[in-house]
């Protein structure tokens, strides 16, 4: 089914228009009607699991398809936090939430929260948005339990 054009000229009142298909690699392409909704962010899924309108296993979907800021040193890895009660690595869901703990000048790198649960070393947690409204701490234990969640889906 193709779209059509609600906006018609006087002259042609009751007429639909209908939209040309745009054409691709292997045909045609029908345009959508409505276009698909977009994932709510990272910083919109922290918002919604902290204030408990969200589950735990929605939020790993987001968080693994999604951007993470991570600040970095001179060397390539991540940087931790060990003034804590336990090692924790700060990460942050947008640039501007970085910036607003590290500085403007700051190094950092991009990574989905897949690779991070895939890269952190064990024993380590992580903490989101450390100077934001809605900071979120993963110790090391809720690392694992989301490694398992991620394997279970996985693998079954």
Partial sequence: ???????????????????????????????????????????????????????????QQIFATSKVYCPRGDTPGFLALHNTQHPVIPMFTTLKELRRYAGKESKYFVITGAEVIDLLPTGYGFVLDMEGDHRMVFDAKAVEQMVDFAMRRMYG
């Fill in 1 to 59: 089914m193709y779209g059509y054009d609600q906006n018609v000229s006087a002259g042609h009142a009751g007429q639909q228009q209908y939209a040309a298909p745009q054409q691709m690699a292997g045909g045609y392409a029908e345009q959508p009607l409505y276009p698909e909704p977009s994932p709510p962010s990272l910083a919109d899924a922290v918002r919604a699991f902290t204030t408990g309108s969200l589950s735990a296993e929605d939020f």
